[in-house]
């Protein structure tokens, strides 16, 4: 079984500052990593993901996320935010068979001007 | 637009009542997940169907059932409603039963 722990659950920060979103993870077996983007009253949405290979991920919007295996972690970072990323940010994890998502609790950025 | 459809969007109903919500994958996706997201239980995974068979079962409780038909689509099925069943009910598709999915709008339903 898998389990997700995001360490912060709302993150208030001002507009241009740098970000970083924790999120640790436990398993026995090999995972995959995702990040999803939650905006308000709205669906789930893909940011980024780690399947293999290179351990450092970016999104097309200026996230990246470091797959760490020796310490369970895939943190998010943003060097410079805007107003439009706040939005509720979720930490994921599948088993390499990628039967199901297991989620973390969700962590809420507040971006102020 | 992720390209994964759901209906209704919003669902209002009594307890005990039974609701059937729908969902359609994206073009070519095999595989559909069903999860529910509450305040107090956030997201977590209900039931997995790959071509037309079930795949994989989480906290799913007996009172609730789905399938997928031949056409792809997967409808979730939920009975003798409880008010603790009121959240927002998402599906989500991918190619294969792995690999990244794509989330629907969901079906938010409200039982009173």
């Known amino acids: 079984a898998q389990s997700v722990t995001q360490l912060d659950s709302q993150v208030p920060v001002f507009e241009e500052a740098p970000v970083e979103l924790r999120c640790n993870y436990s398993?026995?077996?090999?995972?995959?990593l995702f990040w999803y983007v939650q905006y308000p009253n709205q669906g789930l949405q893909l940011l980024l993901k780690y399947l293999s290979g290179s351990t450092l991920v970016e999104s097309i919007n200026g996230f990246e996320a470091e797959f760490n295996k020796s310490q369970t972690s895939f943190h998010l970072r943003k060097p410079s935010v805007h107003i439009s990323d706040t939005a509720e940010y979720f930490c994921a994890v599948s088993d390499n068979a990628g039967n199901m998502l297991t989620f973390g609790g969700g962590t809420r950025l507040m971006v102020k001007p | 637009d992720s390209g994964v459809t759901q209906t209704p969007k919003h669902l209002i109903t009594a307890t005990g009542q039974r609701v059937t919500l729908r969902c359609s994958p994206r073009?070519?996706?095999?595989?559909v997940y069903w999860y529910q997201q509450s305040l107090d239980q956030g997201l977590q995974f209900l039931i997995q169907?790959?071509?037309?068979?079930?795949?994989a079962k989480g906290n799913i409780l007996e009172r609730f059932s789905a399938q997928q038909f031949p056409d792809l689509h997967s409808e979730l099925n939920l009975s003798s409603l409880e008010l603790g069943d009121s959240a927002l009910y998402f599906c989500a598709s991918s190619v294969e039963s792995r690999g990244e999915q794509f989330f629907g709008p969901g079906t938010r339903l409200t039982v009173l």
């Open positions: 169907y790959y071509n037309g068979e079930e795949r």
């Open positions: 073009s070519g996706d095999l595989s």
């Open positions: 398993s026995s077996v090999s995972v995959y």
